[in-house]
């Protein structure tokens, strides 16, 4: 039960960030087609059997550059839609297909004849050439006009239970992929969603790797954060990969601990907002103490232009909350590397 209410915070944590457009951004080459294949197995087996889905892939389909996670949430998203609106079963049909250039269309037209384009990339328009289009559609209850105008709002849901941000996290995943999302419907016959991502440039298409844990570490790391709960779990991840961990719950306290133990500890990690002292602020004095300790900078916020000139004035790396425990080993083995795990810094002079 906690991991399974820890995994919808995290989920609602990116999908307002999605539709922020402020969440992790890992473009790769890959295929809509494998987005969907993923995807199918585990909506199969959460839908009624009352529910048929029709697969219809093309073969001829050109990749994408796009977050392979994200991509995923877009086929997951509008699939769900589909179910939902067929509460007594019906038809879900997935389709692919390639598209040579993307129809003249304004931006932003909705309520024509059951019809919206509701999302196109920052310039206002699609960008030419060829595109790859995911076409999900239902016969299930269909939507009127003012519904359809109001579907990628943010907590806007037609059902009596829903927190109305599946679709508005898919509309700022198109956004960010620089791509176009339209919806045909009507009251009784059906809902039809299309997608178009902008084809990659001629690349070798990309998977996903598997999750490999990070390899064993040492040394003594300490973690400042003021919240509780999130301190408690960070530690406990990087104590299952072998580390030592001080715990610090402010700024203040971290730059104290660090005052008196700064000998034996191998690398530092900082909640960005804290109180008393923000993370930024307790590295600087660490470093009047230390001026080679490492350091690791965590947020909630997105790695905007603010967050990188923090990082930039010596932080080593830093991680976006929320943050899973191969995240974090990774990146600080990466941080740490072959030296230093385990070792003293060098002694001041």
Aim: proline share 6%; aromatic share 6%; net charge negative.
């Amino acid at each position: 039960m906690i991991e399974r209410n820890g995994g919808r915070a995290v989920e609602l944590t990116g999908q307002l960030l999605a539709y922020a457009r402020k969440g992790k951004h890992s473009p790769q080459v890959i295929s809509l087609n494998w987005a969907v294949l993923e995807d199918v197995p585990i909506l199969k087996a959460a839908f009624p059997a009352s529910v048929e889905f029709r697969l219809d892939l093309a073969e001829d389909l050109p990749p994408v550059l796009a977050d392979a996670t994200q991509l995923k949430q877009v086929v997951m998203s509008l699939c769900l839609n589909a179910g939902e609106a067929m509460p007594d079963g019906g038809v879900l049909s997935i389709r692919t297909r390639r598209e040579a250039d993307p129809p003249a269309r304004s931006k932003d037209s909705s309520g024509d004849g059951g019809e919206a384009t509701i999302a196109r990339n920052a310039s206002g328009g699609a960008f030419p050439g060829p595109r790859a289009v995911l076409e999900v559609s239902d016969t299930g209850c269909g939507m009127d006009e003012k519904t359809l105008t109001r579907i990628f709002e943010p907590f806007f849901s037609t059902k009596f239970i829903g927190r109305g941000m599946g679709l508005a996290a898919v509309r700022g995943i198109v956004e960010i992929h620089d791509g176009e999302i339209s919806v045909r419907s009507r009251p009784g016959e059906g809902t039809a969603f299309t997608v178009a991502f902008p084809a990659a440039p001629e690349a070798r298409v990309e998977r996903e790797s598997p999750e490999d844990p990070a390899s064993a570490g040492s040394g003594t790391i300490l973690v400042a954060d003021d919240e509780d709960d999130v301190r408690e779990v960070v530690s406990a991840m990087l104590r299952s990969f072998g580390y030592r961990v001080l715990e610090a719950r402010n700024g203040v306290e971290a730059v104290e601990l660090f005052r008196e133990r700064h000998r034996e500890i191998t690398l530092v990690l900082l909640d960005l907002m804290m109180p008393w002292m923000t993370g930024d602020r307790a590295f600087a004095e660490m470093r009047r103490i230390c001026p080679w300790v490492r350091a690791l900078l965590a947020s909630g916020y997105d790695e905007s232009e603010r967050i990188r000139e923090i990082v930039a004035e010596g932080f080593q790396g830093f991680l976006q909350k929320p943050f899973r425990r191969r995240e974090l080993g990774q990146k600080v083995e990466e941080i740490l590397g072959t030296r230093g795990r385990g070792e003293a810094p060098p002694k001041q002079e």
